[in-house]
């Protein structure tokens, strides 16, 4: 059995689900895709290939083994992506939250649900389908359990808009312990330097009581100014709506003092090692190009 124990984003790794980028089906039509950014790199010719996203991945496998990181892969759907892991579930404490995606991505959570089986069945929890959720947009902070929604009327209108306020109200539910924090993000289906898909796109915490941040990711100034004044203006690096559209707050965490970091991230990765972070470095810019890098396509198990 594995004995889930996730309390915040950077406590030491020990066991995660990585993603994988064998069998991606080639590049989707630009009808199907999802987000800005990867309707931007279809249309542009730029859309990342299979091979270069397969070898960014074993970048991030090497580092696992050599931090003794228990590592558990999802198993193949042909022709499928496969990356993105945290959208499909997330841990909290002990206890194991099916996410409820977009309906045609749930074949991604029967995929890693020979990890699921080795969980306590009694820990392992589905909200009501109408409680939209994906794991980018859930943040655990010791007693705190951040969220990232969207609170306006036109939610149906955003396929980017992925967890809603009834989710939001499961997880005070299911967490009563927890102080639940809300964030009403921005949105947008056409401009991808002014969409945040996820909490993880515009907010990342690292180190010890550091983080990255996004202004603009934020919709309602009041909330982005909580979390300054929670966290400390000393201790935060705000990136710029370009950093935010590469992805620079979406790294990962395998304790305190070490973080996979995309190479190209030159100014984010200075800070971190002024601040006393070791970076590990990894080339993950094509993954990148869809939208989701290092926090998206791992789901943490286990920390201590």
């Known amino acids: 059995m594995i004995k889930l124990n996730i309390k915040d984003e950077t406590s030491r790794l020990r066991a995660v689900i990585l993603g994988t ?6 590049i989707p039509p630009l009808e199907e895709a999802y987000d800005p950014k990867s309707k931007l790199h279809i249309a542009a010719g730029t859309y ?5 996203m397969m070898e960014e991945m074993d970048a991030v496998t090497a580092i696992f083994e050599r931090y003794a990181i228990q590592v558990f892969r999802p198993k193949l759907l042909t022709d499928y992506n496969q990356i993105f892991t945290r959208d499909i579930g997330f841990v909290i404490d002990d206890s194991f939250v099916k996410a409820n995606i977009l309906p045609d991505r749930e074949r991604e959570i029967e995929a890693i649900q020979h990890v699921i089986d080795q969980i306590d069945p009694e820990k392992v929890i589905r909200f009501p389908e109408e409680a939209h959720i994906e794991g980018g947009d859930v943040m655990p902070y010791g007693d705190y359990l951040f969220v990232g929604t969207y609170r306006e009327e036109d939610y149906p209108d955003y396929i980017i808009a992925r967890t809603n306020m009834q989710a939001v109200k499961c997880l005070e539910k299911a967490f009563p312990h927890k102080t639940v924090v809300s ?3 921005r949105k947008s289906n056409t401009d991808a330097y002014a969409n945040a898909l996820h909490l993880d796109c515009c907010f990342q915490p690292v180190g010890d009581g550091k983080a990255i941040l996004h202004k603009n990711g934020f919709l309602i100034a009041e909330e982005y100014e909580w979390l300054v004044n929670f966290l ?3 201790n935060i690096f705000e990136i710029t709506a370009k950093e935010m559209f590469n992805m620079n707050s979406n790294v990962f ?8 970091s995309e190479k190209g991230f030159t100014r984010l990765n200075s800070w971190l090692r002024s601040n006393g972070i070791t970076v590990e470095e990894v ?3 094509e993954i990148a190009k869809q939208e989701g890098l290092l926090r998206c396509s791992t789901l943490p198990l ?3």
Not at 48 to 52: F, I, Q
């Open 183 to 185: 964030f009403n993000l």
């Open 302 to 304: 286990v920390r201590e």
């Open 283 to 285: 080339p993950y810019a």
């Open 21 to 26: 980028a064998k069998s991606m089906g080639g």
């Open 48 to 52: 990342p290939n299979e091979t270069a």
């Open 253 to 260: 965490s395998i304790s305190p003092q070490v973080v996979i």
């Open 232 to 234: 400390g203006k000393e």
